[in-house]
């Protein structure tokens, strides 16, 4: 999958595609789906297929305080999409001169001059321009006038609800990773390097692999039974994700994990995190005694629901 990073970048050989624009954030089971009639699409007229993705995302860049944290950090979301078989990603930078681009402005310069667009493929509820004036009539329109198809990609419900990248935030947060993974199609799952941290957990009694995030913020926190993908092996274990308002860190979130049945260095390696169970919220303690009891109580906890006897 080739990437494109700004409009400037396209060159006259990027020219006749089919596309498809949104924020694609967790790639959940609607994204597949529009991806899959994306590619079906791709095959009839011979062309590739070309997810438009921004960055920052629309949100976080009108109103970053309140813009909900991702469910997959930009590189993640690239495999993602590499994995339903996209040929081009174009991310643009949305700034203040992307959002002030009128509907038919963007259709102009992006999909017309830029891409050279044959088909687009949309959900029905797509809006796009300043005001977010554009929406799937007005693509259908356009599309009439500037020689492109428009197709409204069928919805995607699970329980009778549209399955959205806001459905998985809430199903996150409520921990409830049975119907997270209906949505996504897949468990959900934070990979990262494994970094040295303060090395205070060894003098807590319970060494942790500190994984890097790369964002400050997490869809959720708290302490919880999960399992840990390396290199093909998986092993149970137990993670804290969050602050450490004990230890008053950087603010930043952190994602550390205590592997049950595990010893050796992990320094450096890459971890891929499963999440199965909420054991509790995470807190502040008075003292870094009062953590380490918090702490074995949890790798217990953990320990009772990992062992075979266990349904999980
Ligand atoms: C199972 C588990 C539960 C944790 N719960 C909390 C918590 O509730 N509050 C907190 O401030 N830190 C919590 N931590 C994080 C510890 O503060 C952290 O592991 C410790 O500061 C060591 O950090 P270091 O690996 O960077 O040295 C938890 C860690 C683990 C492994
Ligand atoms: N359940 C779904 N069924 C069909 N198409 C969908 C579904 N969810 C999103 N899409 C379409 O996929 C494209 C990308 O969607 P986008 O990621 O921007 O929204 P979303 O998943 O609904 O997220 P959010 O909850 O943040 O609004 C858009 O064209 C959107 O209409």
Same mark, same amino acid.
């Given at each position: ?29 609607? =994204? ?36 909900? @944290? ?12 590499? *994995? ?8 643009? @930078? ?8 009128? *509907? ?5 310069? /992006? ?7 044959? =088909? ?32 409204? @990609? ?9 399955? #959205? ?43 942790? @692999? ?65 999440? =199965? ?16 009891? *918090? /702490? #074995? ?9 990992? *062992?075979? #006897?266990? =349904?999980?």
């Amino acid at each position: 999958m080739q990437l494109v990073r700004g409009l400037h970048n396209l060159r006259p050989q990027h020219r006749g595609c089919v596309a498809t624009i949104g924020n694609f954030d967790g790639v959940h089971r609607g =994204h597949q789906a529009i991806l899959a009639r994306l590619r079906e699409r791709a095959l009839e007229l011979g062309v590739p297929s070309c997810v438009v993705i921004f960055e920052p995302q629309p949100r976080e860049f009108f109103a970053p305080e309140t813009a909900p @944290a991702r469910l997959a950090r930009l590189r993640d979301k690239l495999q993602l999409l590499a *994995a339903e078989g996209v040929d081009r990603v174009l991310c643009l @930078a949305f700034n203040q001169r992307l959002s002030k681009l009128s *509907a038919s402005e963007f259709v102009d310069t /992006i999909l017309v001059d830029g891409l050279g667009v044959q =088909h687009l493929e949309v959900g029905d509820d797509f809006r796009f321009g300043c005001d977010r004036a554009g929406d799937f009539d007005f693509l259908l329109q356009a599309g009439i006038l500037q020689g492109f198809t428009v197709e409204a @990609a069928q919805t995607v419900e699970l329980d009778g609800i549209r399955v #959205s990248s806001t459905q998985v935030r809430n199903a996150l947060a409520a921990a409830d990773f049975a119907l997270a993974e209906r949505l996504l199609g897949r468990p959900y799952r934070i990979a990262g390097r494994v970094l040295h941290g303060q090395k205070l957990a060894r003098q807590l009694g319970t060494p942790t @692999a500190n994984i890097q995030l790369k964002r400050r913020r997490v869809p959720f926190t708290g302490v919880y039974l999960v399992d840990v993908e390396i290199d093909g092996k998986t092993w149970p274990g137990v993670a804290n994700i969050g602050v450490r308002p004990t230890v008053q860190g950087d603010g930043k979130a952190h994602l550390e994990v205590h592997l049950l049945d595990f010893a050796g260095d992990l320094y450096d390696r890459r971890l891929t995190v499963v999440f =199965h169970h909420k054991l509790r919220e995470e807190q502040r303690f008075a003292s870094l005694e009062a953590l380490k009891t *918090a /702490i #074995s109580a949890d790798v217990a906890a953990a320990r009772a629901l990992a *062992a075979p #006897s266990a =349904h999980r």
